[in-house]
């Protein structure tokens, strides 16, 4: 199956921009999420949205669609968008102040809304910087 996804990635020219899924530990997953710019979730009928819990429990900014019940995660603390206006919103978040202000928004918002289930994925350390 690997082999065929690989044929299909490189068909379509896509190697730079595709990443295949893999296992992480909780603290591999922790690293990447304190190392990202931000969080982009897509989905228009999300959940509960475990991954954004995390990422802001970690202090990675989140950028949700309008949709679905994804504002009772992410709150006041997440930047949300319409479809068409997720590459504006990734641009603005890039900016290391916004990028610190949704980071810190959404710190907050893990502790005082999710009630510490997250406990592995709290911020520890300083974000690393993306300046």
């Given at each position: 199956?690997?082999?065929?996804?690989?044929?299909?990635?490189?068909?379509?020219?896509?190697?730079?921009?595709?990443?295949?899924?893999?296992?992480?530990?909780?603290?591999?997953?922790?690293?990447?999420?304190?190392?990202?710019?931000?969080?982009?979730?897509?989905?228009?009928?999300?959940?509960?949205?475990?991954?954004?819990?995390?990422?802001?429990?970690?202090?990675?900014?989140?950028?949700?669609?309008?949709?679905?019940?994804?504002?009772?995660?992410?709150?006041?603390?997440?930047?949300?968008?319409?479809?068409?206006?997720?590459?504006?919103a990734i641009r603005?978040?890039?900016?290391?102040?916004?990028?610190?202000?949704?980071?810190?928004?959404?710190?907050?918002?893990?502790?005082?809304?999710?009630?510490?289930?997250?406990?592995?994925?709290?911020?520890?350390?300083?974000?690393?910087?993306?300046?």
């Amino acid at each position: 199956m690997d082999q065929e996804i690989d044929k299909t990635i490189v068909s379509c020219g896509l190697e730079i921009a595709s990443l295949k899924p893999v296992m992480l530990s909780d603290a591999e997953l922790q690293c990447l999420y304190r190392g990202a710019i931000s969080l982009v979730v897509t989905s228009f009928l999300e959940g509960f949205c475990l991954p954004a819990a995390e990422a802001m429990a970690s202090g990675c900014p989140v950028i949700g669609i309008n949709a679905g019940a994804l504002s009772e995660i992410i709150g006041g603390a997440g930047m949300f968008v319409s479809p068409g206006f997720l590459l504006d919103a990734i641009r603005k978040i890039s900016d290391p102040k916004t990028n610190t202000l949704y980071s810190k928004r959404g710190i907050i918002q893990s502790e005082t809304n999710i009630h510490g289930c997250l406990c592995p994925y709290r911020l520890r350390n300083e974000k690393i910087s993306h300046a």
